[in-house]
């Protein structure tokens, strides 16, 4: 299959490599932060879980939005990776304020009823990425039918579309099944079980191995 049929982007070497890297120090972050308020006995601190899970669910995104404005300074022609990180950065900003929300509302944010909180922490952005993917794609093919066509049939894009809905399904089945964000700890593992944002930047770094060959 070719190049143009599976819509592997044009992309600088390692592009997507360093989006899977920034993720993990995302995760990292999560974690490390997680076993510090745990330890300091702040296990149910509201403005501790709105850390552990920006770090684990949203740190790669802020690193993202950095690589994009890297590259815009440097004047490289644009990409599918650079729109991606951008996307992911305007995506942050929306957890927040349905988490601060649904906490003023009185939603308990340790039961069933709250299993939307984390997704939004960890795929909200993805879903910034995936408009940012299809405004790419409509620059590019000039047309509303050639950008979805585009979008179709870039295995990068189908794979976020497919884990912004399975994502919520998981995260609902967990909490069915007794889950609760009880420590930090717990809500920084929810975070990172639930931010599959990996999954697109590892496609497209596996096409990028694909098309240097």
């Known amino acids: 299959m070719g190049e143009r049929e599976t819509e592997w982007p044009e992309v600088e070497s390692e592009e997507f490599g360093e989006l899977l890297r920034f993720t993990l120090a995302g995760f990292v972050g999560g974690l490390v932060a997680a076993v ?9 601190s509201g403005l501790g879980q709105w850390l552990v899970r920006t770090l684990a669910g949203e740190g790669e995104s802020l690193m993202e939005g950095f690589y994009a404005l890297r590259s815009r300074l440097a004047r490289r ?5 650079e729109a991606y ?5 305007f995506g942050m900003v929306l957890p927040w304020v349905v988490d601060g ?13 709250s299993f939307y909180i984390p997704f ?3 795929m909200s952005d993805q879903v910034g990425a995936g408009v940012a993917g299809f405004a790419f794609f409509k620059r590019r093919e000039r047309s509303w039918r050639g950008a979805l066509a585009a979008y179709l049939r870039s295995p990068i894009m ?4 497919l884990v912004v809905f ?16 009880t420590t930090q700890m717990r809500t920084a593992l929810e975070a990172i079980a639930a931010n599959l944002c990996w999954l697109p930047p590892l496609v497209g770094w596996l096409g ?5 060959r």
Do not use: C, H, N, Q
């Open 77 to 81: 022609a644009e990409s599918l990776a």
């Open 101 to 113: 929300v649904s906490r003023l509302a009185g939603v308990d944010v340790y039961g069933v009823e």
């Open 158 to 161: 189908v794979t976020g579309l």
């Open 166 to 181: 399975l994502v919520p399904a998981g995260l609902l089945i967990a909490r069915l099944l007794g889950f609760s964000p």
């Open 120 to 122: 939004f922490y960890s």
């Open 85 to 89: 990180g951008w996307g992911k950065l």
């Open 208 to 212: 990028e191995r694909r098309t240097s």
């Open 36 to 44: 510090a308020l745990d330890r300091a006995g702040l296990a149910r």
